[in-house]
């Protein structure tokens, strides 16, 4: 009785908890939200101005009494209120779409090792912020599920989810994450290669959404078809004054470079620990890029010349995790044994 209650008013959400962005799925609607993973405050107050879009346009832009932060470093939370603020909103406009009214179950996806205290902070986060169940799984497992990998069978898949903080590269077999590394080569590090780059060579500072535009328009990590270039405009660190520069293909190139070969060192690291029997699989299937990072032109050329393995960008690569976590969420029964950890405040009936 209870279960059919619950079936017919409450909410199945699924979050693809990001460094940069939020992505929130929301049973038979799909992805719903998809907003950057950021909250302003009034410093003098301590109350919330705004989150997410809106938020975004006011980093580097806000007065003094007002700032705009990260809540999660590294695609784990740093500001647990401040978290526990965001995943409220997103819950709230969730429940809106849906038009539901029970307190919903909630699947949040999570960086492969992350511990087991920082795993509690996510689930209590939600807890606090409206979720009835919540589940946790890993972000490179969702990922596989999004996609449509057979990570039940006896199969060895690979995928690679370069997100905004972190870069999860896993080996997945018979439900489980066969081999793993986490680390902090992703979007918001290639960020601020641009930005140190330029103002190595062109004396001058640019802020981080600019770089983060120029890698986007122009950024890659082996060359291209053509040259392109872009107009950064910053702070002269000789003169003080506005200046404006152009940069090109092969610049950000450079910039992207030192860190870029740090990701394909740790991929080499994960492949070389793999079990033979599983590694064969992999070279067969290939290795699967998922995240904005995937997105970076020329990657998968490289990561295929450095590898002698076959490497294919997912569909929509972006919103992999967060599909992932739908399915596990329509499908409890088959993938409950995926999760890393869940609780619940009642069992139904």
């Known amino acids: 009785m209870f279960e059919k209650f619950y079936q017919l008013f409450s909410n199945d959400i699924g979050i693809d908890l990001g460094t940069a962005n939020t992505l929130v799925y929301v049973r038979d609607h799909g992805i719903v939200l998809n907003e950057p993973s950021v909250v302003a405050l009034n410093k003098k107050t301590g109350s919330v101005v705004?989150?997410?879009?809106?938020?975004?346009?006011m980093l580097g832009r806000t007065p003094g009494h007002v700032i705009a932060i990260r809540p999660l470093v590294d695609g784990v939370i740093s500001n647990f209120e401040?978290?526990?603020?965001?995943?409220s909103y997103l819950i709230g406009k969730a429940n809106t779409v849906s038009k539901k009214s029970v307190r919903p179950r909630v699947v949040i996806?999570?960086?492969?090792?992350?511990t087991s205290v920082e795993t509690r902070a996510v689930y209590d986060a939600a807890k606090n912020a409206g979720?009835?169940?919540?589940y946790i799984i890993e972000e490179p497992m969702a990922a596989a599920i999004g996609i449509?990998?057979?990570?039940?069978?006896?199969?060895?898949?690979?995928?690679?989810d370069i997100g905004g903080g972190t870069t999860d590269i896993a080996v997945i077999s018979l439900g489980g994450i066969v081999r793993s590394k986490n680390l902090h080569i992703a979007g918001d590090r290639l960020n601020n290669d641009v930005i140190n780059y330029v103002r190595d060579e062109f004396r001058v500072l640019i802020g981080e959404r600019t770089a983060e535009s120029v890698k986007i328009a122009i950024g890659s990590a082996a060359k291209g078809a053509g040259p392109m270039e872009a107009v950064i405009r910053g702070r002269d660190l000789v003169t003080g004054l506005p200046r404006e520069v152009i940069v090109t293909d092969t610049d950000i190139r450079e910039a992207l470079a030192p860190s870029i070969m740090g990701l394909v060192d740790a991929v080499k690291e994960v492949i070389e620990t793999t079990p033979p029997e599983v590694l064969s699989d992999v070279m067969s299937?290939?290795?699967i890029l998922v995240g904005g990072g995937a997105l970076l032109r020329?990657?998968?050329t490289l990561l295929i010349q450095m590898l002698n393995v076959p490497i294919y960008v997912a569909n929509d690569p972006l919103t992999a995790v967060a599909r992932g976590a739908g399915i596990v969420l329509e499908n409890?029964?088959?993938?409950?044994?995926?999760?890393?950890?869940?609780?619940?405040?009642v069992s139904p009936e």
């Open 50 to 57: 705004a989150i997410g879009s809106q938020a975004k346009q």
């Open 82 to 87: 401040v978290t526990e603020e965001m995943l």
């Open 109 to 114: 996806g999570v960086p492969s090792g992350i």
């Open 131 to 134: 979720a009835r169940e919540v």
């Open 148 to 160: 449509n990998l057979p990570v039940k069978e006896p199969v060895g898949n690979m995928v690679i």
């Open 285 to 287: 299937r290939g290795i």
């Open 298 to 300: 020329g990657l998968d």
């Open 332 to 345: 409890m029964d088959i993938y409950k044994d995926v999760l890393i950890g869940y609780e619940t405040d």
